[in-house]
């Protein structure tokens, strides 16, 4: 009987196990889209799964089994299984309780909800507010915590750099890296019209796994990759803007060039060249000294340096001496941006497909600049079979790029309108006669190397060249072609298990070619421009093969959810260039190659390696939805540290705590609420073949034998790697339902004993050692904001707030007896200010020559009415405290209106520009009128100089108040190196970006409706408006340098429009 009972139990679990079955399902919403992380239970039962990212589960069911399918933010739905696959379809029911996904390391995908540390995501519509080519400047005021370093879009090869919490490497400024589907990427290679989203991950916690290239964190990108199910699409996007200066410094519009205050008057004599006989009696002003404390600009006749030029349409013709208040903001062209994307989508049973093509042209505001960017995208997925999947990702960037872009000291452009010029120069006529030539040839010039008389150095420039000539003659030509993208193979073992390997490959190739004429060297007197032909080309070539093996289930009644990760990854990286220019002109002028170099000509070629072998292991763990622990462990093995000592191990834990279940009927208006914290540490490792003397192969030989340099880099015995340490805590709440979202993080970072190059005495046989030394720390809080404050049927209002506040960024440990050690300096090396780091400062401070006060704050003034200079003035650190931004957003009907507002507050930097121009008298300060009603430049004794009122120097007491001469009192500030005037604060609120936007009624146009799916039209506005700065002169998000500016490139202003088409 017994045995008969057994029997009958075991065919009854066998029947029972054949009437299971394994369904694989997708989780999507009403327009196709993944719902991530949904949650499928079979009703009646206890087994249970999760869907991924992708809206992708695998369950164990039984026949006919029913599922009950729940996700935030969306409707829950109930359906029968008929087959081994099933689809569901969960509607929207409020878009702000969705999931948010955050992209981490290796292209792995979790939700935001279980994540213990900074995460914030920013999705298409918000980085796309107006059309891109920027994703940094995409990002500005969008990320708590985060400075956009900006440059000039007059820049065409220069994008700007994104600072996360402020600084923390010793050596200076650290990028965050950018990862794209899981490669490592150049910002300046990335097609914003392919971003689905961006993950930005700041701390050591968020970033362990990436190593150490992630150590300024990490800009996590998505690309666009799905249509909607079982549909293909066409998109077309077509967008042009127009750039204008719209940020120069105020110019005196008073006084002439030179340095003469009169006219004076020509008198032709012989051996002067005869074609000048009939301009005897003319006057001219100096038109040597390219200052501009020339005569007085009343409207008197006078010779313009172009009409001394025999052959011209203005020979010897005079004109009014008048000031020219828009001569500089004529000189900047209209800048045009012309940007076409089209894509392609398909989606279909087990596949995907996406490609994209992008051509980006721009017309520079400089003359003879412009560039061209192609870029091709595509990305698919092909399910080979139920269990294996293919993937691929592929992007290719042609860019071509033309002109020169300099903005140091002296540049041809704004180097010379803010620093040297003459205000009344007439800038039409400068680019009416770029092209006009002097009697022996050269190019003229308005800054002459001599004055009228027997020399004919007047048809040679002296400083500078007429900026057109310049621009339009050189040649300066670039182009890159990157390739970057990867292909994976995912091996789904069972609902559990998955196995997956990837190879990435990122590829660069740049080749240049940049001519400076003869022309332009035999035109020029003192501008230290010789004739130069230089060429090159550099390749790098990156390959990343991975290896993943993720386990995920549920367990005690679906109450613990586990997620393991192990995995391994090889990193090879590959260098080498040939580069070459000529040396001190050329033989034969007009002959643009490197053999015609005068002296020995440059000769480069580099070839360099690194290997990097890692492991790691991260997972989560989950209970009953209250509680997560996250946790992750790298160790890495560096081909650029000691054989012996070469490893550095990364590990991180953080927890979250979702109480908002505990008090619903205490707090029914607390939506979630979370809290978290983490601890997580990344490496620091040397830079290629820091660890080893590397000799250099000189050019020359001696007695047959190739001649090495020794390196000037000595090292320390035992340098290796070290780590960042972050601890991050905070909360996240929802609250009424989702409508608003308060996100706090605390965080403090450590940066201890990294190895760094600091200088040394050459008498040691070095000028610098390699050692592991300093220690900087910084803490700071974050907050992300978010509001749904109106919404309606026809009107919708969204409002996202960010705020970061630096709190302290201090320099607790410096080298062994020091107390300082340089950060930046600028065009004039130690004169006036630069970038520290000092012992107990912030990071970064900014320190210089000031003026010298008594203990009332009074300036201590020389018996001449001049400043005494204090040469060790403390300015504040070049780093803001407060960063921020807002978006908002307004729905009606099918209009759209976005705003971005970004601001800093705090933070310092030095302007040479303003120095100079103080000193060469261009800008508006050095021809105002004085507390007399008199110009500063009428002498004193007839009322005029400026005004300074102080103590006496000698005793630091008896008062002074007193007039000085205009010259003297801007000259003094180069003279005794005084930097305070011109240091100013980078604190600012700008309108960043205005869209507004009509969604076309396409079901309404009839038969156009049937083809044309969708149709948006755009007007945007990129810096409509900078709404409060502290300098009249610049944008202060778009400062060149760290300690300020040389020569910095004029703000700019963009105005387009922008149509989008689906079919």
């Not at 026949?63 to 969960?90: D, I, K, W, Y």
């Not at 000769?603 to 622990?629: L, Y």
């Not at 192969?697 to 340098?719: D, E, K, M, R």
């Amino acid at each position: 009987m017994r045995k008969i009972v057994a029997l009958l139990l075991l065919l009854a679990c066998s029947m029972l196990v054949f009437a299971q079955r394994t369904v694989t399902g997708t989780v999507r919403d009403e327009r196709g889209n993944p719902v991530p992380f949904a949650t499928v239970n079979e009703v009646g039962k206890t087994n249970a799964a999760t869907a991924d990212a992708n809206g992708v589960f695998t369950l164990k069911v039984a026949e006919n089994a029913r599922l009950q399918v729940t996700a935030t933010g969306h409707q829950p739905q109930t359906v029968t299984v008929s087959g081994n696959t099933v689809s569901v379809t969960l509607p929207v029911v409020d878009a702000q309780m969705q999931e948010v996904v955050v992209t981490t390391a290796f292209g792995v995908k979790r939700s935001q909800r279980i994540t213990p540390y900074s995460a914030q995501t920013v999705d298409r519509e918000q980085l796309t507010i107006i059309p891109q080519t920027n994703v940094n400047s995409a990002l500005a005021g969008k990320v708590a915590g985060a400075q956009f370093r900006g440059q000039s879009p007059i820049k065409l090869n220069d994008q700007g750099a994104l600072r996360l919490r402020g600084g923390l490497a010793i050596g200076g400024d650290v990028g965050a890296l950018y990862v794209v589907d899981g490669t490592p990427v150049n910002s300046f290679d990335l097609n914003p019209d392919d971003i689905e989203s961006v993950t930005v991950l700041k701390g050591a916690n968020a970033t362990a796994l990436l190593g150490e290239r992630a150590s300024g964190g990490a800009v996590m990108i998505t690309t666009r990759k799905r249509g909607e199910r079982n549909t293909s699409g066409i998109e077309v996007n077509q967008g042009i803007t127009f750039d204008k200066v719209y940020i120069l410094p105020k110019y005196q519009n008073l006084y002439a060039g030179g340095s003469a205050p009169e006219l004076r008057q020509f008198t032709w004599a012989p051996g002067m060249p005869q074609e000048w006989q009939a301009l005897s009696g003319g006057y001219y002003h100096d038109m040597t000294d390219d200052a501009s404390w020339g005569p007085r600009m009343v409207g008197q006749q006078y010779l313009p340096w172009y009409a001394w030029i025999p052959g011209s349409a203005d020979f010897g013709k005079s004109v009014p001496l008048v000031g020219q208040p828009d001569n500089m903001r004529d000189f900047w062209s209209t800048g045009v941006t012309n940007v076409t994307n089209v894509s392609f989508s398909k989606t279909g049973q087990g596949f995907n497909t996406r490609v994209s093509y992008t051509n980006n042209g721009i017309k520079g505001m400089l003359p003879n600049t412009r560039a061209n960017k192609h870029t091709l995208f595509t990305t698919a997925s092909l399910d080979l079979s139920s269990r294996l999947t293919l993937a691929t990702t592929v992007n290719f960037i042609n860019y071509k790029i033309v002109g020169t872009f300099d903005d140091g000291y002296s540049n041809q452009s704004a180097g010379g309108f803010n620093q040297w010029f003459h205000r009344n120069l007439d800038i039409d006529k400068m680019r009416e006669h770029s092209r006009l030539r002097t009697p022996i040839g050269t190019y003229a010039s308005w800054n002459t190397a001599a004055n009228p008389g027997g020399s004919t150095d007047l048809y040679k420039g002296n400083y500078w060249y007429n900026f057109y000539t310049y621009f339009e003659q050189l040649d300066y030509k670039q182009t890159r072609d990157r390739l970057f993208g990867d292909v994976s193979l995912t091996y789904n073992i069972n609902k559990n298990f998955k196995l997956k390997g990837t190879v990435r490959k990122n590829s660069l190739s740049t080749t240049y070619e940049n001519i400076l004429p003869s022309e332009i060297e035999q035109s020029a007197s003192q501008t230290g421009e010789l004739a130069t032909y230089s060429t090159g080309v550099t390749r790098s070539n990156e390959m990343n093969y991975e290896g993943l093996a993720s386990y995920n289930s549920m367990f005690l009644n679906n109450k613990l959810n586990v997620n393991l990760n192990v995995g391994g990854n090889v990193l090879q990286t590959r260098y080498n260039d040939a580069t070459a220019n000529t040396v001190q002109g050329l033989n034969v002028p007009g002959l643009y190659t490197i053999s015609n170099s005068k002296a020995n000509p440059t000769i480069g070629n580099t070839r360099q390696g690194t290997e990097v072998r890692s492991v790691f292991g991260f997972g989560d763990i989950e209970w009953n939805r209250m509680i997560a622990v996250n946790f992750a462990l790298r160790n890495d093995w560096y081909s650029t540290l000691p054989a012996g000592d070469n490893s550095l191990l990364s590990p991180s834990v953080g927890a979250s705590f979702f109480f908002s279940d505990l008090t619903k009927n205490a707090l029914p208006w607390l939506t979630f609420g979370k809290l978290f914290a983490s601890w997580g540490k990344k490496p620091l490792s040397l830079g290629v073949y820091a660890n080893n003397f590397a000799y250099t192969i000189g050019q020359n030989q001696w007695n047959g034998n190739f001649l090495t340099t020794v390196p000037g880099a000595g090292i320390t015995p035992g340098v290796t790697g070290a780590l960042i340490t972050t601890y991050e805590a905070g909360f996240d709440f929802r609250f009424a339902r989702n409508r608003f979202g308060l996100n706090f993080t605390y965080y403090d970072e450590t940066s201890k004993n990294p190895p760094i190059s600091v200088s040394t005495s050459a008498y040691s046989g070095f000028t610098s050692v390699l050692m592991n030394a300093t220690e900087v720390r910084r803490k700071g809080i974050e907050i992300v904001a978010d509001a749904k404050v109106v919404t309606s049927r026809d009107f919708e209002w969204t409002v996202n707030k960010t705020f970061g506040y630096l709190l302290k960024n201090p320099i607790v440990e410096l080298l062994p007896g020091q107390n300082r050690l340089l950060l930046a300096g600028g065009s004039f090396g130690t004169r006036f200010a630069r970038a520290f780091h000092e012992l107990g400062q912030d990071w970064g401070q900014l320190i210089g020559g000031g003026i010298k006060r008594n203990e009332d704050g009074l300036p201590l003034l020389s018996p001449s009415g001049m400043f005494v200079a204090d040469a060790d003035k403390h300015y504040g650190s070049v780093v803001p405290k407060m960063t921020g931004g807002l978006v908002n957003t307004f729905f009606y009907k099918g209009f759209t209106f976005n705003f971005n507002i970004d601001y800093q507050f705090g933070g310092k930097f030095f302007s040479l520009s303003e120095m100079w121009g103080h000193y060469s008298g261009l800008l508006e300060a050095t021809a105002a009128s004085n507390d007399k009603g008199m110009n500063v430049r009428d002498a004193v004794s007839d009322g005029g100089g400026v005004h300074v009122v102080g103590v006496a120097a000698a005793d630091g007491k008896t008062p002074v108040d007193m007039y000085v001469d205009a010259q003297e009192y801007y000259h003094q500030f180069y003279n005794s190196q005084i930097a305070e005037p011109f240091v100013h604060g980078l604190s600012f609120v700008k309108l960043r970006e205005v869209s507004l936007g009509y969604r076309v009624p396409v079901t309404k146009l009839g038969r156009v409706g049937n083809v044309l799916k969708g149709a948006t039209i755009s007007l945007v506005a990129r810096n409509p408006l900078l709404l409060y700065r502290e300098t009249e002169s610049f944008d202060p998000s778009e400062i060149s340098g760290l300690q300020g500016e040389d020569g910095n490139m004029p703000g700019t202003r963009s105005l387009g429009i922008n149509f989008k088409f689906n079919f």
